[in-house]
């Protein structure tokens, strides 16, 4: 009897988690099939082209999502190029490095950037960032990089770099607190193996700490980018919103998100509101399409090595 | 070889808790010297401040000398003291993100050494000498988490003969493991101590009997009695060492 009720128990367990589970994957397929339904007519009307088309143009009826794709794309890999090695060292430096008190604070601090909301950091990014950009960092870029089309054009402020660095700094947090913790998770015992051997402090961090830590850290890099690819307030606060594909990172832009929230209120006519829900779509599987990537690397990289030198 | 050890007048602290008092002992080279007590009397932290483990631990420190070969470690640099006094742990602890070949050659390219046939010959012979060679070597590319614990302990400790020490700590090295394990680790001792100073930690009696060419006993922080292991065994001077010996405390 009693034998019975348990696996009875058991099953209903199993059948409601089971149906949970399936629950969510039925959730995004249905977000993507609705997205899908709405977009049917800009797929229609322009096929592969859209995501090819780099004009954007409501009057002519002529929609292209290149652009939004491509200010999306740079600004997020700026805020990772920026955010990851920082967020990495700051994670390191809470949790290897600092005394208690000064860990605390400063812990503190960077998650409380956490909780500065996104217009906010709009805002700064107008009036502190876009000046400063303006004044002093993209004419010194100029001077000694200048050679690279990345660096040329006129330092205007508000483009590509604003947007990134606001980005970095958003999801500055996000890598620093993932990373930390998944550092504070690492056993003594792997720091006092690698000091036992005559590591110093910082080969312990990269010998016990890190390779322990990495698919951690790599998911906590990942989030970020996912958070940076679909910010939009900060971001369109600072871009620029001009739907150009320019070369230099000074130059103003405009991105997936941004676009949809800008102009979702303008659009006159079904074309028009289709070709900005398949670019939601489009941001959609872009961000699915990277989560299940990073999945399956933190996946592999979780279950060990057969062979890989690492130190 | 193996270097001796000359130990002065050592105190330790956490904070200000004193766990070891004015220890005095004379460890020589080539041999098992078993450290023995209950549980919480100041073992571990006795040989972790032989090889500087001890000053890593926020709010911990250390006085007294300690002498290797006639140089106080305490004038040497910790990372290089380090590599001339090895130490395995309770607890088998591969570096689990690497192979059983990045294992052991770990602390030699810590080192700085690079080259790949040196680091390959210095692999096989620390496998060797820590009897793994025949178990694992048609799998070194394999996780080091894929080996049993008395193997993965017999990886740490090919992991620490690979920088050549002179010294080796082994803090209770086989109180995880099974008895078959425990004796492969025991016979493999008795084999290194003819190239190392062993320090070993154990509370088996048992264990400490079979292996150690002497035996010290501490209590509470203190030194109690250092002598040749058949005599602390037999004929220990001390009541208290008698008193653990027997069973009547510990
Ligand atoms: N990391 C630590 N911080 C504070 N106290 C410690 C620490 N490690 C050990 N102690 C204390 O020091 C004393 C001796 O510990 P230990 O050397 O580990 O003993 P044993 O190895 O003989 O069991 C114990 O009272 C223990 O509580
Ligand atoms: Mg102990």
């Known amino acids: ?311 | 070889m193996g270097q001796s050890l000359t130990i002065r007048n050592l105190n330790a602290w956490y904070g200000d808790n004193q766990t070891l008092k004015g220890i005095n002992m004379e460890i020589p080279a080539n041999q098992v010297t078993a450290i023995i007590g209950p549980s919480g009397c100041g073992k571990s932290t006795f040989v972790r401040c032989i090889n500087r483990m001890h000053d890593t631990v926020p709010g911990a420190r250390a006085a007294g000398e300690i002498l290797l070969d006639g140089e106080n470690i305490y004038a040497k640099d910790p990372v290089e003291l380090r590599r001339t006094v090895g130490m395995v742990f309770q607890k088998p602890n591969p570096f689990p993100a690497m192979s059983i070949y990045d294992n052991v050659v770990a602390g030699l390219k810590l080192n700085g050494l690079r080259n790949k046939q040196k680091l390959r010959a210095a692999a096989e012979k620390s496998l060797r000498m820590a009897a793994l060679w025949d178990e694992v070597n048609e799998r070194l590319n394999y996780s080091g988490m894929s080996l049993s614990g008395g193997q993965q302990q017999r990886l740490c400790i090919a992991r620490a003969l690979a920088v050549e020490p002179s010294v080796l700590l082994m803090d209770e090295p086989a109180s995880a493991l099974d008895p078959i394990a425990t004796l492969r680790i025991e016979e493999l001792i008795l084999e290194l101590k003819k190239d190392y100073t062993i320090v070993i930690v154990t509370h088996n009696m048992q264990q400490a009997a079979r292996i150690a060419d002497s035996t010290a006993f501490f209590l509470n922080g203190e030194l109690i009695e250092h002598g040749p292991t058949s005599e602390i065994f037999m004929n220990p001077k001390e009541k208290r060492t008698e008193d653990y010996i027997t069973g009547r405390f510990g």
């Open chain 1, 1 to 311: 009897m009693k034998q019975n009720r348990a696996s009875a128990g058991d099953t209903i367990l199993r059948l409601l988690t089971f149906l949970m589970a399936v629950g969510v994957v039925g959730l995004i397929i249905w977000v993507g099939w609705e997205m899908f339904s709405s977009a049917k007519e800009s797929i229609n009307a322009f096929g592969w082209s859209f995501v090819t088309n780099r004009v954007w143009d409501p009057v002519k009826q002529n929609f292209g999502a290149l652009p939004f794709i491509y200010g999306t794309i740079v600004t997020s890999l700026i805020a990772l190029v920026v955010a990851g090695p920082i967020g990495l060292g700051v994670a390191i430096f809470l949790n290897e490095m600092a005394p208690g008190k000064v860990r605390s604070l400063i812990s503190f601090l960077v998650e409380l950037l956490a909780a500065i909301p996104s217009v906010v950091y709009g805002l700064w990014g107008i009036f502190v960032l876009a000046p400063l950009l303006r004044d002093y960092v993209e004419p010194w870029l100029e001077k000694w990089f200048g050679f690279l089309p990345l660096f040329q054009g006129s330092a205007v402020g508000l483009g590509m770099l604003s947007g990134g660095l606001i980005l970095a700094i958003m999801i500055l947090p996000t890598i620093a607190a993932i990373s930390r913790e998944v550092m504070a998770a690492v056993p003594d015992s792997q720091r006092e193996a690698a000091l036992a051997l005559g590591a110093t402090k910082w080969e312990m961090v990269r010998v016990a700490v890190l390779a322990y830590a990495k698919s951690g850290i790599l998911g906590g890099v990942m989030l970020g980018l996912g958070r940076a690819l679909g910010e939009t307030m900060a971001v369109t606060m600072v871009i620029g919103n001009r739907p150009d594909i320019l070369p230099s990172l000074f130059a103003p832009a405009y991105s997936m998100a941004a676009v949809i929230a800008n102009e979702f209120t303008e659009a006159t006519y079904n074309l028009y509101l289709s070709s900005l829900v398949e670019i939601g779509l489009i941001l959609f599987g872009i961000t699915l399409v990277l989560n299940a990537f990073a999945r399956l690397l933190v996946w592999s990289v979780a279950r060990g090595p057969k062979g890989g030198h690492l130190v």
